[in-house]
T-cell receptor, first 116, second 114 residues
Framework: AQSVTQLGSHVSVSEGALVLLRCNYS??????LFWYVQYPNQGLQLLLK????ATLVKGINGFEAEFKKSETSFHLTKPSAHMSDAAEYFC??????????????WGAGTKLIIKP | NAGVTQTPKFQVLKTGQSMTLQCAQD?????MSWYRQDPGMGLRLIHY???????DQGEVPNGYNVSRSTTEDFPLRLLSAAPSQTSVYFC?????????????FGPGTRLTVT
């Protein structure tokens, strides 16, 4: 069975500091991996995704993530945090289903807090 | 494009009442789904559809019904509301059922059951 673990329900960093949000997955088949962001009182939007091409994936707003098969990780990073990055971030892995091979398994989310 | 729209934004129900959460998308997406979001639990899939007339259950389907008569609309019905269904509900759609495609989310419906 596939699963996703996000370490830390809350992460606090200073403005300008490195952002590191951790995601580990388990999957019996080669996974597709996603990071989504949710700003307060909004729906989720895609930050970036890994679909078995380059292991270092660049997304929107200066975020990137590296797929490490040996560590079963897909951590999200940004070199310098901005106040506008304050949001909740979700990691997800795809899972095969009856009709298609598309069902996302979600992590519990990590709330990123930016200190001025 | 309006994208994925959901109505209502907020709803309060009494235990035992029924209601329908509306979801529509104007992107001609094949795949649509309903999630509920509860604190500390991420998103949990309720039901999904891979095309008009085809639906399937997700992780937490009990107490909910869906149908998909058109490509655009995917309503979620609560049959007899319970306090455990207090949550934020998100509808999402995707161009393809292939697992590499991103999902587009609506703004959510915040439901309280008293």
């Amino acid at each position: 069975a596939q699963s996703v673990t996000q370490l830390g329900s809350h992460v606090s960093v200073s403005e300008g500091a490195l952002v590191l949000l951790r995601c580990n997955y388990s999957s019996s088949v080669p996974p597709y991996l996603f990071w989504y962001v949710q700003y307060p009182n909004q729906g989720l939007q895609l930050l970036l995704k890994y679909t078995s091409a380059a292991t270092l994936v660049k997304g929107i707003n200066g975020f990137e993530a590296e797929f490490k098969k040996s560590e079963t990780s897909f951590h999200l990073t940004k070199p310098s945090a901005h106040m506008s990055d304050a949001a909740e971030y979700f990691c997800a892995v795809s899972k095969p289903t009856l009709y298609s091979n598309y069902q996302l398994i979600w992590g519990a989310g990590t709330k990123l807090i930016i200190k001025p | 494009n309006a994208g994925v729209t959901q109505t209502p934004k907020f709803q309060v129900l009494k235990t035992g009442q029924s209601m329908t959460l509306q979801c529509a998308q104007d992107m001609n997406h094949e795949y649509m789904s309903w999630y509920r979001q509860d604190p500390g639990m991420g998103l949990r899939l309720i039901h999904y559809s891979v095309g008009a007339g085809i639906t399937d259950q997700g992780e937490v389907p009990n107490g909910y019904n869906v149908s998909r008569s058109t490509t655009e609309d995917f309503p979620l019905r609560l049959l007899s509301a319970a306090p455990s269904q207090t949550s934020v509900y998100f509808c999402a759609s995707s161009y393809s059922t292939a697992s590499s495609y991103e999902q587009y989310f609506g703004p959510g419906t915040r439901l309280t059951v008293t």
